[in-house]
């Protein structure tokens, strides 16, 4: 038996309702979706996640909309972040938000949800927006570093309970950094840039080298060029594709080794695209 779990940046819900998601969600009704930059109310919210529950009664997924788990966290500043999760899976427990922030610019970032799989584990899934930086705004690089530092500490703990047998882990979101040369297309271009400077890209060395977590879609793909999740809106960056590997998922290692496969939904063309984002999805045998 297989789960599949989606990630991907909206780039605003409402927008991406009137561009049409409605469509993807039919096809692909993953039974773990981590959405992340939801951007809008509550009282917005909610009919479009009603909308995205009928479909998956329709295709087969759910008995009745209720079935569909939803959760999601409002980021404090009006029109920035906010996360959400939805889920077919039943759900033990959530918690919002980073342990160890609670400042307004930190909220609407992180989501955790302690779900049972097909085969009676529980697994931690984790959605997250880690901030997207500036190079030349020195208080959001900082906001950024912070988020960063704290993020260890959770990861930590994360990877701890894991190694001691208890429930596996995976981190599911827009973590706006590209980690490696092949992670993004124009590399020396960009080393100065927000989210592929050195300073960022060393949390993921740690994240992997010290914490043992698996890149799931790097270990999948091999050391291969791409394939990208972003695309910038300017000029011609997603004909041409000119873009940068954003969206993960990282896991801890009895749970990375169940992977079987992924997917990364780049749209067809420009004027298809639901978001500036392509939906990273995993398939995990459990």
Known sequence: MSITIATSNVNGVRAAARKDVGTWVSAKVPDV????EVRAPQSAIDPIFDDFADRYVTQGKIKKPEDLFRVNDIC???GRAGVALLTTLPVLETRIGLPGLSEPVDTGRWIEADVKTPDGHVLTVICIYVHSGMADDALKMKQKFRFLDTMM?????????????GRQAVLCGDFNIAHTPIDIKNAKANVTHAGFMPSERVY???WLDDLDYVDVMRDLAGDIQGPYTWWSQRGRAFDNNVGWRLDYQFAT???AETAQGFTIDKASSYDTRWS????????YKV
């Open 76 to 78: 404090e500043i009006k």
């Open 253 to 255: 290692p009895e749970f």
């Open 276 to 283: 500036d984002h392509a939906a990273l999805e995993v398939t």
């Open 33 to 36: 979706w981590c959405m992340q």
């Open 153 to 165: 500490g959770r990861l930590e703990d994360l990877r701890d309970e894991a190694a001691k047998g």
């Open 204 to 206: 993921i060395d740690k």
